[in-house]
């Protein structure tokens, strides 16, 4: 079992910044790719970023690139999304996922999931 914990949302303006963090525990971390999803109320789980176990891929939804980055820190199991230019649009509870298998960008390819963390961007 693998239990992931995110931290760092809050209540921002737009164009202010925000570093997610994702701390694993249980097994070893290294070993799964990893990955943000998003989520407003009444709304498909929409997805972010994602790593490779290696940290050597990354991927990012259309939406949010040239603006967050995804990182991992193998040794410190924890993944972040640095999350710079928010936007309004960006508000949503995000959550960290991992997966077994290689980066994917469907929900249904990630096992364990964390609690999410709210992020609110003001206008």
């Known amino acids: 079992q693998v239990q992931l914990v995110e931290s760092g949302g809050g209540l921002v303006q737009a164009g202010a910044s925000l570093r997610l963090s994702c701390a694993a525990s249980g097994r070893a971390f290294s070993g799964y790719a990893m990955a943000w999803f998003r989520q407003v109320s009444g709304k498909e789980r929409e997805f972010v970023a994602t790593i490779s176990w290696s940290g050597g891929s990354t991927y990012y939804a259309e939406s949010v690139k040239g603006r967050f980055t995804i990182s991992r820190d193998n040794a410190k199991n924890t993944v972040y999304l640095q999350m710079n230019s928010l936007k309004p649009e960006d508000t949503a509870v995000y959550y960290c996922?991992?997966?077994?298998?290689?980066?994917?960008?469907?929900?249904?390819?990630?096992?364990?999931w964390g609690q999410g963390t709210q992020v609110t961007v003001s206008s």
């Open positions: 996922a991992a997966a077994r298998a290689g980066p994917a960008s469907v929900s249904r390819a990630y096992a364990f």
